[in-house]
């Protein structure tokens, strides 16, 4: 008999095992806070189980960690790792610290479909989504690395934020991450909140009201260019889903969100194609065409082996950021951590190579 795996499991399906084995369903609850709550990989070590239940459990389920591959840690203290699933496919994971918190860099699919120019990822094609489990288990490797079992209090803990933007685009797999999202923001379990959750798109429009509707997480979009002309020369998606009905589909995450709930546009600095103060124009009377509660996040390029483009000059970047702070937009410079073991946006892939 196949065992069934636990890990990716929503409430009701783990009730539905547990009830399928002849169990009473308040032994779902036990076994949710055991998994999630306390990290427990073991059934025999669940100890306000009884003996024989514990080996029923062992009998019919599993619950598995990916394999840790390899594992780095950057001078930045970035900290990556390779991890290979049961099938053989692998993915990477981030852990960015802070001071006194940081975020985990979870992946969504091995490879992506949308193939932006200037990706690493992109450059790999989409070898297939990956399942709520295996999203949900990038997280749990990261804390068991750091032993925040059980799962601290929020102020606490250092594994504080998520943000969906490792390998793949989450929109093109919303089902299993919408899955995955729920059971680790849930409050008796992994418990982060959905304040601390950000997921970064680059603009399956017809999908982006769902991250409102289906979550109720942050939003960040990859805009990267001010125009459609320059859009589709980095982003092919751009020809399938054009700015207005990405900024259109924003609207709609605002209108259920509040405008209060700021949507981060994030803007890679690619040198003599999108980082003029013309750009900066642009962009200012995009964003002012729509009415959208915006901030930007300028994000300097990371080269990878055989990329075409260059990082433009940190002249220019502030000289961006500035344009962009004075028409009322906050507009950080985004810090590349982890550039050393190939850790940071754009650089995860699934090969060593
Ligand atoms: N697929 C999603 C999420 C993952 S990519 C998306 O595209 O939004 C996360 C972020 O890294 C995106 O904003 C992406 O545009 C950016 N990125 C990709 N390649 C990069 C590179 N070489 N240097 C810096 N950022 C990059
Ligand atoms: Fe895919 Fe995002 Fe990379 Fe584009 S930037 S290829 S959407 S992972």
């Known amino acids: 008999m196949e065992k069934t795996e636990l890990i990716g499991l929503s409430k009701d399906e783990l009730a539905a095992q547990i009830e399928a084995i002849g169990e009473k369903p308040f032994r779902a609850k036990q076994l949710w806070q055991w998994i999630y709550y306390r990290g427990e990989t073991d059934f025999e070590k669940m100890s306000n ?12 389920f599993t619950i598995t960690r ?40 979870i992946s969504t699919q091995v490879g992506c479909a949308v193939g932006c120019r200037f990706c690493h990822t992109g450059s790999q094609k989409i070898t297939r989504n ?16 750091y032993g925040e079992w059980p799962s601290p209090t929020s102020e606490t803990r250092y594994l504080s934020n998520i943000v969906v933007m490792g390998m793949g685009e989450p929109l093109h797999n919303p089902d299993n991450v919408i899955k995955a999202l729920k059971i680790l ?9 959905k304040r601390r959750i950000t997921l970064s798109t680059s ?31 980095i982003m ?9 009905e990405v900024l259109k589909a924003c609207q709609k995450y605002q209108d259920v969100m ?22 900066a124009k642009e962009l200012i009377a995009l964003m002012k ?24 000059s940190n002249n220019k970047v502030h000289a961006f950021s500035r344009m962009l702070e004075a028409a009322g937009y906050e507009a950080p410079i985004r810090v590349a951590r982890g550039q050393d073991i190939l850790a940071a946006c754009g650089q995860l892939k699934s090969k060593n190579q």
């Open 236 to 244: 092919p998606i751009n020809d399938r889903f054009c700015i207005d």
């Open 258 to 279: 509040g405008f209060s709930r700021m949507i981060t546009f994030e803007y890679l600095m690619l040198k003599d194609f999108n980082d003029s103060p013309e750009d």
């Open 185 to 193: 923001s849930d409050g008796e379990g992994i418990a982060i909140s």
């Open 130 to 145: 990956l399942t709520a489990g295996e999203i949900v288990s990038q997280f749990m490797v990261a804390r068991d690395a």
């Open 66 to 105: 990916p394999k840790i591959v390899t594992e780095q840690i950057s001078s930045d203290k970035t900290h990556k790792w390779l991890l290979e699933f049961a099938d053989g496919q692998r993915i990477e994971t981030v852990y960015i610290p802070e001071e006194d918190r940081g975020a985990v860099c």
């Open 203 to 233: 603009g399956i429009a017809p999908k982006i009201p769902l991250v409102a509707t289906e979550l109720g997480v942050k939003l960040a979009i990859s805009l990267h260019a001010p125009n459609d002309e320059k859009r589709s020369q």
């Open 289 to 312: 065409k729509y009415k959208l509660g915006a901030k930007f996040n300028l994000i300097p390029f990371n080269p990878w082996p055989g990329c075409n483009y260059q990082p433009s």
């Open 49 to 60: 189980l009884s003996k024989d239940l514990r080996a029923k459990l062992a009998e019919h």
